[in-house]
């Protein structure tokens, strides 16, 4: 277990099995693990830096504790909520397969099996999307004319960072992405096997109703992997100086 600035601090996040969907993003994180207790399934192998992650603030009806002296804290209280009791932990990845429609399995010898992970682009593409901070956001929106954000859409991804979607990007510092389906990709990036992304972009966003949000990750190894968080799209609102001060307020 890694801990944060506090000495043998561990960190857990905790969901219902119901909604144990919403964990994929995190699959790709080599140092994460899994267990299930009655209806909750349960992550720990956090880093501190991990749980302020965009990827792990982004998913929903979560719940964030750290343990100490046996009993678990929820995240930001001094009062336990319950004690720490020892479960069978699995590896996130064999807890949570990516299960995909057979393929042609003599196509170059591919198993069922695949890494999914990012990978330097052959070429770049051009950026559709931005994830910035609200303070970068505001010193632009504030004093912008109303024409120049009138096709960008935006919406709060936790207390700091936004996503904001449309072209021409606006002149803000961020991290651009590209679009590929419904997917948001680090510009620079694109999937090792472009053959399956309409395959497992079907598997993981069925219903087309979300973003996922793909960011590029590098396992203890040095190998490249991928994690990616959801927006649900109905989240993104339209950009104006009365969103964003009604939002950010």
């Known amino acids: ?9 561990s960190w857990f996040l905790a969901i219902d099995r119901a909604k144990i969907n919403h964990l994929c993003g995190l699959r790709a994180w080599p140092n994460l693990q899994v267990a299930f207790a009655d209806e909750q399934v349960w992550v720990t192998g956090f880093t501190a830096a991990d749980i302020d992650s965009v990827a792990v603030q982004a998913i929903p009806h979560k719940w964030l504790y750290y343990q100490r002296g046996g009993q678990l804290f929820p995240r930001g ?21 990516v299960e995909l429609p057979g393929y042609n399995h003599h196509f170059f010898g591919l198993a069922e099996s695949l890494d999914i992970s990012l990978q330097p682009a052959d070429n770049e593409q051009p950026a559709v999307a931005m994830m910035t901070t609200l303070p970068m956001l505001a010193r632009y929106v504030l004093t912008a004319p109303a024409v120049r954000l009138r096709a960008v859409q935006w919406t709060v991804l936790d207390q700091d960072k936004v996503l904001v979607l449309g072209v021409p990007l606006l002149p803000v510092p961020g991290e651009p992405f590209w679009q590929k389906l419904d997917w948001l990709l680090p510009v620079g990036f694109d999937t090792k096997w472009p053959v399956l992304d309409e395959t497992l972009n079907a598997k993981l966003n069925p219903d087309g109703t979300d973003w996922l949000i793909w960011q590029a990750t590098t396992t203890g190894g040095g190998e490249m992997g991928a994690a990616f968080f959801r927006v649900p799209k109905a989240d993104l ?8 001060r009604l939002t950010a307020s």
Do not use: E, K, Y
């Open 1 to 9: 277990m890694a801990a944060d600035h506090t000495d043998h601090v």
């Open 77 to 97: 209280s001094l009062l336990p909520a319950r004690p720490f009791s020892g479960q069978l932990w699995t590896p996130i990845a064999r807890a949570l397969p």
């Open 237 to 244: 609102m339209s950009l104006s100086i009365r969103s964003f």
